[in-house]
């Protein structure tokens, strides 16, 4: 009786301790960080989380153009074990980002403009496409920042002669 009482308890304790290392976790909305832009994390509809890594940690992100971005340079990127989740643009239901769809024209917190959906729109975008769609955004965005920059510094220089 003493070892069944322990082996339950024992297995009770290692349930307890264990955390789930798959799917996305619940966001402390208004609370939580994004990852890339340190904003708190508050929009229901265009929210992500990144798992991945050595310990399956989750990441957050209030865009899943800044989640894209931010996980370009992990090398982990590209393991099968690594979750992408985003929230569905209509419900705010988590979904997986790999097999969601893509539409543009939405209001995101950092203005990608990309709403995630489980089904197939007239018009969108799978995973793969959004991602060069974002790559291509932010660079055009950096683009115009350089470009704005070089502008403003002749613009000060020529005001000085």
Known sequence: MYKM???FVSGFLLFAC???NTGPVDVKW???ICERCRMMISDRYHAA???GGEKSKVYMFDDV????LWLQDKDWKDETKTEVWVNDHRTGEWID???AWYITGQS???EFGLGAQREMPLVGMSYEEATTY???REKKFNQSGADLKEQSHEHQQHDHH
């Open 5 to 7: 009482i322990l082996l």
């Open 18 to 20: 264990s955390e789930n």
């Open 30 to 32: 208004d609370r939580d």
């Open 49 to 51: 989380q990144i798992r």
């Open 65 to 68: 153009g800044g989640a894209i």
């Open 97 to 99: 980002a790999k097999k």
């Open 108 to 110: 995101t917190p950092m």
């Open 134 to 136: 974002i790559m291509k």
